[in-house]
């Protein structure tokens, strides 16, 4: 497959949609008065699979994201859970429909502690009071059935190092249902040994197999170790859709600059055919 | 910083052995003792002080006369006010305006009674559903039209002072004879009731620590204030929350108001004002809680009100005059407050002002 011919149509050594596919994405388009951010992208998530969704800054992952959450609709195109096209009205309305997301640093309220977070707004009680051992003991059961070991629960999350509280963001979204987790950045700011813990908490998950995660990053080295299949996003539009056994960290380096030199070399042309278009200077 | 994230790894990425484990509770139990000790910090300071004062002033300060002085007059209104404040406080928001809540509320209950002969029970309802509102319009403003709350609430203050003044003349008045059988609930001189306004802070305190640590409403309140995209995101109703939380800071507000005006007899446009309301919020600040958000406690605020009424009535009976008194009063504000953050500093709790 050669990399440059990636106009309109992409690189596709990953079969491509299927009726079972927990999430699909047809055609979707979004647009920002003359800025284009997304266009006709095609996307699919196979159950229990984890797929990275990986793009430089501004290749329109988080435009993306925030359509698939449900916090902005698209222009055109349709969103597609277990075969059911759906339109989400909200972030709320995504989540009940079990779409989540999960963010680094949003999620978590940092004055409470493990086991409130767990259960933030869908407290155990017994009125009026709040169930408080109860909810101990599930969020104890719950953290140890997907295999985080924090020293206790009751720990305000202000304690815990970045990747604990990102572990804990993920398990609340698993623990309130979610069939199908987006994970933004989740590598983010994190060191080696925190990055490896979160690989492999999504390892795990894959393991369960009820969870289909997506893991949009801008770094995919580390991405690549836990993806059944990347999908490469650039400019707006989905250029490289292969298994990650298929591909390689390299290849995906080179799609990017060799993209990149040829942005370059056309902006090159066109300087020197003279036409200029006053935008020399910038 | 890189250590904490060192061992936090370790703890999370394989399970550790059984003796690690126990060791590691123990830890986790010192952590939390470490927590509280926001509150333990003023309770050292209450005592010393009560101390301080009780043995150097034996016969003046051990008695029931200094005794309903100390905490029924002077701290039992700094302490249901700071209830509100602390409530507030934590959830990102201030009410500067409920001084003056506390110095409408009484012209209600008295209008009600003299102008509209309301009976004296619903006239001290009237009076205390004055604060709520009073409450609601500032959340409707800082909530609703989005005004800072600091703003809203001097603005509302000032609303308050004027309507005080127009409808009283500026002339206080006496307590209707007829509504004192009600009111003695609130607290009147003489026994027993003259500790009814240490009961009163006594009960609120203890609700609405329990409310705070123990309920929805607490945990809400402390996330709206600690990451409140985080609680909006979780689906908390952030409003509702500070909508409440200004009604009960008005309802105390004025609940305070009502008493100070029975135990005086008096009903007095020039009661109330910003110093009780920033009697409360040092209280609250002295009891740990964050001006900025996200954390603080009932109990501690209870105790801050405890040393700012202990320091107030010891330096009366000490004899200190009332023009240094300010000097000293200002100074042992800001050496507790520096001890609190220092000592927030050295557990490494982050935020504490």
Same mark, same amino acid.
């Given at each position: 497959?050669s990399?440059?011919?990636?106009?309109?149509?992409f690189?596709?050594?990953?079969g491509?949609?299927?009726?079972?596919?927990?999430?699909?994405?047809?055609?979707?388009?979004?647009?920002?008065?003359?800025?284009?951010?997304?266009?006709?992208?095609?996307l699919?998530?196979?159950?229990?699979?984890?797929?990275g969704?990986?793009?430089?800054?501004?290749?329109?992952?988080?435009?993306?994201?925030?359509?698939?959450?449900?916090?902005?609709p698209p222009?055109?195109?349709?969103?597609?859970?277990?075969?059911?096209?759906?339109?989400?009205?909200?972030?709320?309305?995504?989540?009940?429909?079990?779409?989540?997301?999960?963010?680094?640093?949003?999620?978590?309220?940092?004055?409470?502690?493990?086991?409130?977070?767990?259960?933030?707004?869908?407290?155990?009680?017994?009125?009026?009071? &709040?169930?408080?051992?109860?909810? #101990? /003991?599930?969020? $104890? =059961?719950?953290?140890?059935?997907? +295999?985080?070991?924090?020293?206790?629960?009751?720990?305000?999350?202000?304690?815990?190092?970045?990747?604990?509280?990102?572990?804990?963001?993920?398990?609340?979204?698993?623990?309130?249902?979610?069939?199908?987790?987006?994970?933004?950045?989740?590598?983010?700011?994190?060191?080696?040994?925190?990055?490896?813990?979160?690989?492999?908490?999504?390892?795990?998950?894959?393991?369960?197999?009820?969870?289909?995660?997506?893991?949009?990053?801008?770094?995919?080295?580390?991405?690549?170790?836990?993806?059944?299949?990347?999908?490469?996003?650039?400019?707006?539009?989905?250029?490289?859709?292969?298994?990650?056994?298929?591909?390689?960290?390299?290849?995906?380096?080179? &799609?990017?600059?060799?993209?990149? #030199? /040829?942005?370059? $070399? =056309?902006?090159?042309?066109?300087? +020197?055919?003279?036409?200029?278009?006053?935008?020399?200077?910038? | 910083?890189?250590?904490?994230?060192?061992?936090?790894?370790?703890?999370?990425?394989?399970?550790?052995?059984?003796?690690?484990?126990?060791?590691?509770?123990?830890?986790?139990?010192?952590?939390?003792?470490?927590?509280?000790?926001?509150?333990?910090?003023?309770?050292v300071?209450?005592?010393?002080?009560l101390?301080?004062?009780?043995?150097?002033?034996?016969?003046?300060?051990?008695?029931?006369?200094?005794?309903?002085?100390?905490?029924?007059?002077?701290?039992?209104?700094?302490?249901?006010?700071?209830?509100?404040?602390?409530?507030?406080?934590?959830?990102?928001?201030?009410?500067?305006?409920?001084?003056?809540?506390?110095?409408?509320?009484?012209?209600?209950?008295?209008?009600?009674?003299?102008?509209?002969?309301?009976?004296?029970?619903?006239?001290?309802?009237?009076?205390?559903?004055?604060?709520?509102?009073a409450?609601?319009?500032?959340a409707?403003?800082?909530?609703?039209?989005?005004?800072?709350?600091?703003?809203?609430?001097?603005?509302?203050?000032?609303?308050?002072?004027?309507?005080?003044?127009?409808?009283?003349?500026?002339?206080?008045?006496?307590?209707?004879?007829?509504?004192?059988?009600?009111?003695?609930?609130?607290?009147?001189?003489?026994?027993?009731?003259?500790?009814?306004?240490?009961?009163?802070?006594?009960?609120?305190?203890?609700?609405?620590?329990?409310?705070?640590?123990?309920?929805?409403?607490?945990?809400?309140?402390?996330?709206?204030?600690?990451?409140?995209?985080?609680?909006?995101?979780?689906?908390?109703?952030?409003?509702?929350?500070?909508?409440?939380?200004?009604?009960?800071?008005?309802?105390?507000?004025?609940?305070?108001?009502?008493?100070?005006?029975?135990?005086?007899?008096?009903?007095?446009?020039?009661?109330?004002?910003?110093?009780?309301?920033?009697?409360?919020?040092?209280?609250?600040?002295?009891?740990?809680?964050?001006?900025?958000?996200?954390s603080?406690?009932?109990?501690?605020?209870?105790?801050?009100?405890?040393?700012?009424?202990?320091?107030?009535?010891?330096?009366?009976?000490?004899?200190?005059?009332?023009?240094?008194?300010?000097?000293?009063?200002?100074g042992?504000?800001?050496?507790?407050?520096?001890?609190?953050?220092?000592?927030?500093?050295?557990?490494?709790?982050?935020?504490?002002i």
């Amino acid at each position: 497959m050669s990399a440059q011919d990636t106009g309109t149509t992409f690189s596709s050594g990953a079969g491509g949609p299927s009726p079972d596919d927990a999430l699909r994405v047809e055609h979707i388009s979004k647009r920002f008065g003359a800025v284009t951010a997304l266009r006709d992208i095609n996307l699919h998530l196979r159950q229990g699979e984890v797929l990275g969704l990986i793009g430089d800054n501004g290749a329109g992952k988080s435009t993306l994201l925030k359509i698939l959450c449900g916090f902005q609709p698209p222009d055109r195109g349709r969103i597609l859970l277990n075969g059911q096209e759906v339109t989400f009205k909200s972030v709320d309305h995504a989540r009940s429909l079990g779409i989540d997301i999960v963010y680094q640093d949003l999620a978590l309220v940092n004055e409470l502690s493990v086991y409130h977070n767990m259960f933030l707004n869908r407290e155990k009680v017994r009125w009026p009071l &709040l169930n408080n051992r109860a909810m #101990r /003991k599930i969020a $104890r =059961e719950h953290l140890d059935e997907i +295999g985080i070991n924090i020293p206790s629960v009751q720990l305000p999350v202000a304690r815990l190092s970045g990747g604990q509280r990102q572990a804990i963001a993920v398990a609340r979204a698993v623990f309130e249902d979610a069939k199908i987790l987006l994970l933004d950045e989740p590598l983010a700011a994190m060191g080696a040994k925190e990055g490896a813990m979160i690989l492999d908490l999504v390892l795990d998950l894959k393991k369960r197999g009820d969870v289909s995660v997506i893991i949009i990053a801008h770094n995919y080295g580390q991405v690549f170790q836990v993806c059944d299949r990347v999908n490469l996003l650039q400019h707006g539009e989905i250029t490289l859709d292969k298994y990650t056994k298929d591909t390689s960290v390299d290849e995906m380096t080179e &799609l990017v600059v060799s993209e990149y #030199r /040829k942005a370059l $070399r =056309e902006r090159h042309a066109a300087e +020197g055919s003279g036409t200029a278009e006053g935008s020399g200077a910038a | 910083m890189s250590e904490t994230t060192e061992s936090g790894s370790e703890v999370i990425g394989a399970p550790p052995p059984p003796g690690e484990t126990k060791a590691k509770n123990l830890t986790v139990r010192t952590l939390g003792l470490f927590g509280r000790q926001r509150e333990a910090t003023v309770l050292v300071v209450t005592v010393a002080l009560l101390l301080y004062f009780g043995l150097s002033h034996a016969s003046t300060f051990v008695s029931q006369t200094n005794a309903v002085d100390l905490l029924s007059e002077i701290m039992a209104p700094i302490a249901i006010i700071a209830i509100g404040e602390v409530l507030l406080l934590i959830c990102g928001e201030i009410d500067l305006s409920v001084g003056f809540i506390y110095t409408f509320a009484p012209f209600v209950m008295l209008f009600a009674i003299d102008d509209y002969h309301v009976p004296a029970f619903l006239a001290v309802i009237l009076g205390l559903l004055t604060g709520v509102i009073a409450g609601w319009v500032n959340a409707f403003i800082t909530i609703t039209l989005r005004v800072p709350s600091f703003i809203t609430t001097i603005g509302t203050g000032f609303i308050l002072l004027g309507m005080t003044l127009t409808f009283s003349h500026a002339e206080p008045s006496e307590i209707p004879p007829s509504s004192i059988s009600v009111g003695r609930f609130l607290g009147v001189p003489g026994n027993p009731w003259q500790w009814a306004p240490f009961v009163w802070a006594v009960v609120l305190v203890a609700i609405f620590h329990v409310v705070l640590t123990r309920t929805r409403w607490g945990l809400y309140t402390i996330s709206a204030g600690s990451n409140l995209l985080g609680a909006r995101e979780a689906g908390i109703n952030v409003n509702r929350i500070k909508y409440g939380n200004f009604m009960i800071t008005g309802f105390m507000g004025a609940l305070v108001g009502l008493q100070v005006a029975f135990y005086t007899n008096n009903v007095d446009p020039s009661s109330g004002g910003y110093t009780p309301m920033f009697y409360a919020v040092i209280a609250a600040v002295i009891g740990g809680t964050a001006m900025l958000g996200g954390s603080g406690t009932i109990f501690g605020a209870f105790l801050g009100a405890l040393v700012l009424a202990t320091l107030t009535d010891g330096f009366a009976i000490l004899g200190v005059s009332a023009n240094p008194l300010g000097i000293i009063f200002g100074g042992a504000i800001l050496v507790a407050m520096i001890a609190n953050v220092q000592l927030a500093r050295l557990r490494g709790a982050g935020r504490s002002i």
